[in-house]
């Protein structure tokens, strides 16, 4: 019987030793334990749960965290997360990037028509300049992710930018034109 108890004390030693981080409500954890289930009762317990949301974490590394990555221990196990929340971070910079050149672009581009329609005196200043580039899908999760619609980025239907009322102007009458409109009017009578 001591023979048994020994086992399970050291079974349960060893268990309480393990870390892994893995997926709590959506979002990256840290659990005390391994994952699995012994007679229905779980051996392992939640240490940490990040606010980190699983589906901001590139599709590759998700699959990986929801099947558990196991850790040596509880440093191990946070340093794995911080490295992951630095991805995603980055990730993050790199969508915002998006969302604020596509806004400066599309005011210049009003302020362009506006000068270009006589509207404004002073010509168009502020350039964003060229477009940083779109993160590559392999390394970061879509703009979705992290509440930014196609709409806010480049390519996208961005919402019109709100300027002044632009009256369209009669193009001048060419003799060309003239003779089109008359043949025109000839022909539906």
């Known amino acids: ?49 990040t606010g980190l949301p699983i589906s901001q974490v590139v599709a590759s590394n998700q699959s990986m965290i929801r099947q558990t990555i196991p850790a040596s221990s509880l440093a191990d196990a946070q340093t794995l997360v911080g490295q992951i929340q630095s991805e995603v971070d980055n990730c993050k910079q790199k969508w915002q990037a998006l969302v ?42 879509p703009a979705a992710a992290f509440g930014i619609p196609a709409t806010a980025l480049p390519g996208g239907q961005p919402t019109p930018a709100p300027s002044a009322t632009v009256t369209p102007t009669r193009p001048a009458a060419t003799p060309t034109a003239r003779t089109s409109a008359r043949a025109t009017t000839k022909a539906a009578a």
């Open 1 to 49: 019987m001591l023979l048994i108890g020994g086992g399970l004390y050291g079974g349960w030693r060893y268990v309480q030793g393990q870390y892994y981080v893995g997926v709590q409500d959506g979002n990256v954890a840290i659990f005390r334990g391994i994952n699995q289930n012994l007679a229905g009762i779980s051996l392992s317990s939640l240490i940490t749960r």
């Open 100 to 141: 604020q050149w596509q806004a400066a672009e599309t005011r210049y581009q009003a302020e362009v028509a506006a000068y270009r329609a006589k509207k404004a005196k002073v010509p168009p200043k502020d350039n964003p300049g060229g477009q940083p580039p779109t993160p590559d899908a392999a390394g970061c999760a």
